[in-house]
């Protein structure tokens, strides 16, 4: 089995790249999608979360707003909340490979790659990259997202020219979708070829 990391900043196009690879028949594992699941109403992370932030749950579920708030606010207590995510995020991350353990290629869609050190488990890591004015312009086009709120959420990430160097890969988004999709299938070619 070869394990494909999937990962690129903000605004790169990293999810779309994603649903590219399982249009191709890659099993991919969804961190943030797991991050969700985690947080909504009977999630195994909201009884967590209601004990450390109580006003960030709210009809059952973990209302991301007033967590992101919490975390500007004193930014250690996202270490904290790390802390016990990352474990149940691992949980769900176990399930997809005894699921899939007789795959080819699964593709890990890990946003934070490099920062949670998941890279070190990776035989090829792929960065999905765009230059840094397109990035801007994807972001800020987003309901609810203003440039503070981008430029922090940038400084919590890996700069994308250090993620491109240490990369297998990489993906480039700004010309199209059928550009990034030729880019996807050639790499699997490549890859299954070995």
Do not use: W
Request: aromatic fraction near 6%.
């Amino acid at each position: 089995m070869i394990i494909i990391g999937l990962t690129g900043s903000i605004g790169m196009g990293k999810s779309t790249t994603a649903e590219m690879f399982k249009a191709e028949g890659c099993p991919v594992f969804d961190a943030d999608a797991t991050v969700h699941q985690l947080y909504a109403k009977g999630g195994k992370a909201v009884p967590i979360i209601k004990s450390v932030f109580p006003d960030a749950v709210i009809n059952g579920a973990v209302d991301r707003g007033i967590l992101r708030k919490h975390m500007r606010a004193d930014p250690l207590q996202l270490k904290v909340l790390e802390s016990f995510i990352h474990p149940l995020v691992g949980e769900v991350r176990s399930q997809f490979f005894n699921t899939y353990k007789h795959a080819d290629i699964v593709v890990l869609d890990i946003p934070l790659l490099f920062e949670t050190g998941m890279d070190k488990f990776i035989q090829h890591i792929v960065v999905v990259t765009a230059p840094a004015d397109v990035q801007r312009k994807r972001v800020l086009a987003r309901e609810g997202m203003t440039a503070e709120l981008f430029e922090s959420l940038l400084a919590r990430q890996t700069p994308d020219a250090i993620k491109r160097k240490r990369a297998h890969t990489l993906i480039f988004t700004h010309k199209g979708l059928e550009n990034a999709r030729e880019q996807v299938q050639t790499l699997l070619v490549k890859l299954t070829a070995n």
